[in-house]
């Protein structure tokens, strides 16, 4: 069975961090492309930050550049949303996504003072 898991999110303060992770298991990891989106209620799903299979190229929304970093440990089927400098406009569902279309239940980031 396909899994994706994702854990991490919580409430932080604006200018704080955070670290997003998703444990895949149940498919070849190493062999697709991983994707962080986000969603907010009544908002499409927003292609947030991607990475290639082996890790050596990646993508960025133009409104995270420069704060957020997506990284893969293929050793250990996870990949990682690094958040910095975070505002209130960071706040969503988080969700990961392999390119054969797995997606994981989600992990809320809450960004207020």
């Known amino acids: 069975q396909v899994q994706l898991v994702e854990s991490g999110g919580g409430l932080v303060q604006p200018g704080g961090s955070l670290r997003l992770s998703c444990a895949a298991s149940g498919f070849t990891f190493r062999g697709y492309a991983m994707k962080w989106y986000r969603q907010v209620p009544g908002k499409e799903r927003e292609l947030v930050a991607a990475i290639s299979a082996a890790g050596g190229s990646t993508n960025y929304a133009d409104s995270v550049k420069g704060r957020f970093t997506i990284s893969r440990d293929n050793a250990k089927n996870t990949v990682y949303l690094q958040m910095n400098s975070l505002k209130p406009e960071d706040t969503a569902v988080y969700y990961c996504?392999?390119?054969?279309?797995?997606w994981g239940q989600g992990t809320q980031v809450t960004v207020s003072s």
């Open positions: 996504n392999a390119a054969a279309g797995y």
